[in-house]
């Protein structure tokens, strides 16, 4: 009996030895054990999973992994400017954003976030005028870029409105998948 549980033991283990070093896409944890470079997980995926987790200073180094794999297009310059919003860099964010923009000036999702930066700036109408040009890039399909352009506009319109202490206007950004964020704030 001894030897038929030592047996089965010895079993699982092996078993759980061959199932080590394949990335499981349903398991969030990394994988043990040695893993192929044609398994790795792209750079920008997991950005955007450690920016949805809050952890954006692993998501910026995530991005400049993914940078050296992909190079420096408008899709993980805009990730990168991004994850220096979050940190609280604005003005590196907005001279990142800029430079995605120049890359690829009809990557709407850029535009989008280059906006978001210029909100947190206080630069309303700037950040207005980035938002029509997202707008116009992504022919009014995305609702978080129209959303972010009627924001600016509503917040423009009431320049002289005085919001109660109490009141919390803060913006935040919101990932949606392809490096586009979304701002969002408390109803005026």
Request: aromatic residues 6%; charged residues 25%; negative net charge.
């Amino acid at each position: 009996m001894k030897c038929k549980a030592a047996l089965l033991v010895a079993f699982i283990g092996l078993a759980a030895c061959e199932q080590q070093g394949r990335i499981d896409p349903d398991n969030p944890f990394a994988p043990s054990g040695p893993v192929r470079v044609d398994e790795a997980v792209d750079g920008l995926v997991v950005g955007h999973r450690l920016m949805a987790a809050g952890e954006y200073e692993l998501a910026l180094k995530a991005y400049y992994r993914a940078a050296q794999d992909r190079g420096l297009n408008a899709d993980v310059l805009s990730a990168i400017g991004s994850a220096n919003l979050r940190l609280g860099r604005l003005r590196q964010a907005e001279t990142v954003l800029r430079q995605a923009i120049d890359e690829d000036e009809t990557f709407a999702p850029a535009w989008n976030n280059l906006g978001v930066t210029l909100m947190e700036q206080g630069r309303t109408a700037e950040a207005r005028n980035v938002f029509r040009n997202a707008f116009a890039l992504d022919s009014g399909n995305s609702e978080e870029i129209r959303d972010n352009l009627s924001s600016a506009i509503a917040k423009l319109e009431k320049p002289a409105y005085d919001a109660p202490a109490d009141n919390n206007n803060d913006f935040q950004l919101v990932r949606r998948g392809n490096g586009r964020f979304l701002l969002l704030s408390t109803p005026l």
